[in-house]
């Protein structure tokens, strides 16, 4: 009856009135669905975001994605092979069972059981061999080699409760899904029940309705600073149009990425825009295999003109990266001359190549291309911000210095697809590094391209330099962070003064939402509900 | 009779068949899967595994093969992305976009036929001349600026309905709908209203020119001159005779607004089969693909079926067991 009265105030009173019923509600507008509410379903972005909300890792990755604390309190290497997670007291599960070593084992065996995964999580609990309790409140993890990240790949992992998952009294592990004691697993749909759904995040789930609504509610008995909202509404709305008139209507609070262009109507229409710079770099690749012929490029005899570190330097300095962050990203993204933004772990403060069109005209005239050459440069037209009109931008900066470019923007599902089968001598792409450091994109984007190492898997450029290899594999497994980060640093350089890679700009995040809100933005691109605040 | 619909499934299966063929390369032309769905961060060995589970390794006659043995069983395929039966991933979102298409429908009807017959009886009228004019703007003006416009107007300027999504919904026998809560009609004013528009405005015109041929005819003059009241000739003879055709288009507008409503639903936000279509090519989730637009077919076939076997009820002259279908 209550209800029925208020549904019918709102309606008289108008929308704007009534799109949070209490003063403790918040909706939030994303560009994307999580595809499962079972945190080990799908490694995407959009899932990781909503779900840590509900689940909370051992590890958490903060704003700028530092590693902090989440449900262990510390952690240390017993030696180069084994990690001691201690494990925070007092902390309940949303159905009132106490975390235990119990759930840290159960979740971890868990990840190659889950069947039909996209993407599966067993990247992160590949190397582990062991995971054993050590008294009542800590675990320890016994990996296959030295490993430096296990403390960020576990950042990935939140922990479920096993007691809501069903499992046996003790569960013991065995790698490679060989674990005993799992009981019957639950599958991903099982988890749009509230009932396994269980985590100790500040929220618990409501409902998830796909492709319409996922409701929280608050977690009263939540160890850490108690959630702001009674219910949290997140709504896909995946076009930017209707996502900009959800917020200007007051349909929901708070959207994921307005387009850039329309900031400024949002802004005149009393709302706040926050923005962030984000760990995506948007980068381009060069096509430089020396063994196949380079698809795309004419007018060089059938050579390669990639291959020349004068012709990639000079593609470096023909463009004016200022004008394209000026003029195409509005001011939203920052020039960039490293892969990932300063200061974060194993940037070494390499300085923004400087747009001159002259001497990469010299440079190309001494590479023995006085009159340039012809070339195509992949874009895809929907993944990053203004993707295509930064690609369209570069060309003409290239057609300048007398490299005639051609721009072949595509869908996302397209470019990626033909990228993968190396048809591009030079495409423009991104990479948000994951685990906030900088060994994701030199071992993803530049390392020699290796089926059998795991190696340079999105190199479609093939870049290949022995020498980064060998000092990007010892950085991968040197445990001192101090170390770590100057080697690190030191093969970002040699691949970056090599002209490897191209770096263009960092994206900046922005978020709209209305007055009164308050969110810390986040450099790894999430919106995470539990951190929106009602400023004070 | 029954020969007939006999035949008539018979060549809808074979229209079915010929769909499957047809989408099924067309999916396998777009693109790798797995390079969406993926996570960046993995690794070669990762990817190749994701591949062989997907069953992408193997060539495009053995996918089909296998998708043809599965289709025998009932099994539409698992979708990619989310890893369940792609069928039982649409037929969630089939009550929301029936919801929507049946909304739409009503509307056009319920304002249309009069708006048209109006039109048909007073067609020098400024009444019936601005009716005309606003039904050239209803079909003329592309689906999704009317559903900005809309959204502009009601939701952002005059705060009055909200600018999309479903709204509240009760369980009804296990299916979710919203037609039955205030929030949920609220919801779905707009969305409905933009869908319904083009019809609408096609059902004025149909519904116009029928009236305009049917005046004339003789029997609507002897009724006159057998003093009928003008609204009984208006309810009874001219409205049942005009509703043959008007029948027939919209039986065929229904299917594609079930099928078709992408533009609206992608405007709306709005949970239905269309935007999971838009969401599923965007993300290369071929089973799902194919199972919806087979699933189309076979809700297409059956409409037209219906009308068919309506035409006859609404006209006796039409005998099934003549129709060479």
């Known amino acids: ?536 | 009779m029954i020969v007939y619909i006999l035949r008539r499934i018979g060549q809808s299966l074979f229209a079915l068949a010929a769909m499957a063929i047809l989408v099924f390369i067309g999916v396998f032309a777009i693109g790798n899967p797995v390079d969406i769905l993926v996570n960046p961060e993995a690794n070669q060995a990762e990817i190749a595994a994701t591949t062989a589970r997907l069953g992408l390794d193997k060539p495009l006659w053995e996918q089909f093969a296998r998708f043809v043995g599965h289709l025998f069983q009932g099994d539409l395929g698992t979708s990619f992305v989310y890893g369940r039966p792609a069928m039982e991933i649409i037929l969630q979102r089939l009550p929301a976009t029936m919801e929507l298409a049946v909304t739409a429908l009503i509307l056009a009807v319920v304002i249309g036929v009069p708006l048209g017959v109006y039109a048909g009886l007073k067609p020098d009228s400024i009444g019936g001349r601005s009716v005309m004019a606003g039904s050239i703007l209803g079909f003329s003006l592309p689906n999704f600026w009317q559903g900005l416009l809309l959204i502009l107007i009601f939701a952002v300027l005059l705060g009055w309905l909200p600018a999309g999504g479903r709204g509240e919904t009760v369980e009804v026998l296990g299916i979710r709908v919203s037609f039955l809560t205030l929030d949920g009609l609220r919801h779905m004013i707009l969305p409905a209203l933009n869908l319904a528009l083009f019809k609408m405005s096609l059902v004025i015109r149909l519904t116009r020119a029928n009236t305009r041929e049917v005046c004339l005819q003789e029997y609507i003059k002897f009724a006159r001159a057998k003093g009928l009241s003008s609204t009984r000739i208006v309810l009874v003879h001219i409205l049942k005779n005009i509703m043959i055709p008007v029948v027939t288009i919209l039986g065929l507008e229904l299917g594609s607004m079930i099928a078709f409503a992408v533009v609206t639903e992608t405007v709306f936000a709005w949970p239905g089969m269309g935007k999971l279509l838009i969401d599923s090519i965007n993300l290369l989730d071929r089973p799902v693909i194919v199972a919806y637009l087979m699933l189309t077919v076979v809700i297409i076939v059956t409409i037209n079926l219906i009308v068919d076997l309506l035409y006859s009820a609404l006209d006796p002259r039409v005998r099934l067991s003549q129709v060479k279908a």
């Not at chain 1, 069972?97 to 119990?102: E, F, Q």
């Not at chain 1, 330097?313 to 939203?332: C, D, Q, T």
Request: with cysteine; charged share 20%.
């Open chain 1, 1 to 536: 009856m209550m209800k029925k009265s208020a549904l019918l105030a709102c309606l008289l009173a108008g929308a704007t009135m009534c799109s949070s019923a209490g003063a403790a509600d918040l909706a939030i507008g994303l560009k994307s669905e999580a595809t499962s509410m079972d945190p080990q379903f799908h490694q995407l972005s959009t899932n990781t975001q909503v779900l840590l909300n509900i689940f909370e890792p051992l590890t958490k990755q903060d704003p700028f994605q530092k590693v902090t604390p989440g449900l262990a309190t510390k952690w240390e290497s017993v030696n180069d092979t084994t990690w001691r997670f201690t494990l925070r007291g007092g902390v309940k599960f949303q159905n009132g069972s106490a975390l235990s070593p119990r759930d840290v084992i159960y979740t971890y065996c868990r990840v190659p059981l889950v069947v039909n995964s996209p993407s599966s999580f067993t990247i992160y609990t590949a190397a582990i061999l062991d995971v054993t309790a050590d008294g009542k409140n800590a675990v320890l993890i016994k990996t296959d080699g030295a490993n430096p990240l296990l403390p960020t790949d576990l950042s990935n992992l939140p922990i479920l409760s096993a007691d809501a998952a069903g499992a046996d009294a003790t569960v013991t592990y065995k790698p490679g899904g060989k674990c005993e004691g799992m009981g019957k697993v639950p599958q991903s749909v099982d988890f749009n029940s509230p009932a396994v759904a269980v985590g100790t995040g500040p929220y618990k789930l409501d409902r998830f309705v796909r492709g319409s609504e996922m409701v929280l509610t608050r977690y009263d008995g939540y160890w850490g600073t108690k959630p702001d909202w009674d219910k949290v509404t997140m709504r896909p709305i995946t076009s930017d149009g209707p996502r900009i008139a959800a917020l200007l209507s007051g349909d929901v609070d708070m959207i994921e990425s307005p387009p850039i262009q329309d900031l400024k109507r949002v802004k005149d229409a009393g709302f706040k825009v926050i923005d962030a710079l984000s760990n995506r770099i948007i980068y381009l690749a060069l096509f430089q295999d020396s063994k196949a012929t380079a698809p795309n490029i004419n007018g060089t005899n059938g050579k390669n003109p990639l291959l020349d570190k004068r012709v990639r330097e000079a593609i470096s300095l023909a463009i004016n990266r200022e004008a394209i962050v000026a003029r195409i990203m509005g001011g939203y993204a920052k020039v960039a001359g490293e892969l990932l933004p300063p200061p974060m772990f194993g940037t070494n403060g390499r300085a923004v190549d400087k747009y001159d069109p002259k001497k990469a005209k010299e440079l190309l005239t001494a590479a023995g291309y006085p009159d340039g050459f012809e070339i195509t440069l992949g874009t895809p037209n929907d993944r990053y911000i203004n993707d295509s009109q930064v690609a369209q931008a570069v060309a003409q900066m290239l057609v300048r210095i007398g490299i005639k470019t051609k721009v072949d923007a595509q869908t996302a599902s397209q470019f990626f697809s033909r990228r993968n089968k190396l048809e591009f001598p030079m495409y423009l792409a991104g990479w948000g590094a994951s685990s906030g450091e900088m060994s994701s994109p030199l071992k993803s984007l530049v390392a020699t391209y290796d089926k059998k190492t795991g190696m340079g898997p999105t190199n479609a450029g093939r870049y290949s330099n022995p020498e980064m290899d060998k000092l990007l594999t010892a950085a991968m497994s040197t445990i001192d962070d101090a170390k770590r980060e100057v080697m690190l640093g030191k093969a970002e350089k040699m691949v970056l003064d090599d002209y490897g890679i191209i770096p263009l700009h960092y994206e900046q995040t922005v978020w709209a939402m209305k007055k009164g809100l308050s969110y810390a933005a986040r450099v790894d691109q999430y919106t995470i509900a539990s951190d929106v605040h009602a400023a004070k």
